[in-house]
């Protein structure tokens, strides 16, 4: 009886480990990816490009608010779903939804930055909007990325306003805003374009701007102009999207394929390297499908979204999660009537390691799990 009471007991700790059900003195995180979370006033977050600032034990999401007419199928154009079909749309606009004032159209005149902040991934605040239409110039507003500087605690925030030659860089005394700018002209070094980006800050409190091209540049002390081009690399081929990390000592570069906010997303390049100096090594894409591809589908990709982020949470355990945040560009079509484009869903993804510091394919998955 007391060999056969053992046996059950081992195989019910086996089971638990398997469905990943054994909270070892933390808390489990479920993240959906087929509903947006929800405010504390019952509302779905605002989303569209995105960041995440982790700080004191908070984490704040930075979302590009990309307004209330639905999103753009492009997949039935003579460019397929990545392309840019916004002018000549295979499906005629919503009224009201044409223009650049508040449309469907992507690259409108109307973005504002909200910011939202949670400590547990289910409550979820909303701050309100921290960099309002009257606190940048007028143009296309782009792709926000915010750091903590410690040397002067101030947040900094680095954000596209097209037309542009440079970066806007703005700052604010408290996480969410309001952000005053500070520069809407900012010029990089290195032969890449002015476009996608990401900030990342080092261990060491310094931070860095990787953007399209793909440079790596070192920001001053304060973290509002460039100091030094450190490396640049390129992807298999085009690219863009960029976000920066470090696991252990390695640093991580991901870029994807050119996606026009489109539907179906993007895959996911691996660049990987033991210094900002490089060399950078491929590590792969482990974004993509196995089926063939088709320019006319939206399943070429497992996520689905393009990619926007990736930021850790350590867990009471010792372990460090690596969240892959992306953007299901256009997935309110699918609802009826077709739902705001500032309400597509998001998706997150916990990365898995090899013992070489390489990783592995991306599984679809409706939900992210993860101990804190």
């Given amino acids: 009886k007391k060999i056969f009471t053992t046996m059950a007991a081992m195989a019910l700790i086996a089971l638990l480990f398997a469905c990943g059900r054994l909270v070892t003195g933390g808390t489990d995180v479920v993240l959906s990816n087929t509903k947006l979370p929800v405010d504390t006033d019952g509302n779905k977050i605002i989303m569209g490009e995105g960041d995440v600032l982790a700080h004191n034990g908070t984490y704040y999401f930075y979302f590009n608010d990309w307004g209330s007419c639905p999103g753009v199928d492009c997949c039935a154009s003579s460019g397929g779903c990545a392309s840019c079909c916004f002018s000549d749309p295979p499906h005629p606009y919503q009224p009201g939804c044409a223009n650049l004032t508040n449309g469907s159209d992507p690259y409108g005149y109307y973005h504002q930055i909200v910011t939202y902040s949670t400590t547990d991934f289910v409550t979820w605040h909303n701050l309100g909007v921290s960099l ?37 860089v703005a700052v604010s005394p408290v996480p969410q805003g309001p952000f005053k700018t500070l520069n809407t002209d900012m010029k990089m070094p290195g032969k890449g374009r002015i476009g996608d980006f990401d900030l990342f800050m080092d261990n060491d409190g310094t931070a860095y701007h990787v953007r399209t091209g793909f440079d790596i540049v070192k920001l001053s002390p304060n973290y509002t102009w460039p100091m030094e081009h450190m490396s640049s690399f390129q992807s298999p081929t085009g ?30 390049f691996v660049q990987y390297s033991s210094s900002l100096n490089g060399p950078w090594k491929f590590g792969g894409d482990i974004g993509s499908n196995p089926t063939p591809f088709d320019k006319h589908s939206p399943n070429n990709f497992v996520t689905k979204a393009q990619e926007q982020k990736v930021f850790s949470v350590p867990s009471e355990n010792g372990e460090t999660n690596f969240i892959w945040l992306g953007s299901q560009w256009n997935s309110g079509l699918s609802e009826t009537p077709p739902g705001p484009r500032n309400h597509d869903l998001l998706y997150f993804t916990k990365l898995e390691f090899n013992s070489n510091g390489t990783i592995q394919h991306v599984e679809y998955s409706e939900n992210c799990t993860f101990t804190m």
């Fill in 132 to 168: 309002p239409l009257s606190a940048r110039r007028p143009g296309e507003l782009m792709r926000p990325h915010v750091l903590y500087n410690a040397n002067t605690s101030m947040f900094v925030m680095w954000y596209e306003i097209r037309p542009e030659s440079g970066y806007a």
């Fill in 239 to 268: 690219a863009e999207a960029p976000v920066m990390f470090r696991r252990n000592d390695l640093y991580y570069v991901f870029t994807g394929l050119d996606c026009c906010y489109c539907l179906g997303g993007s895959n996911i």
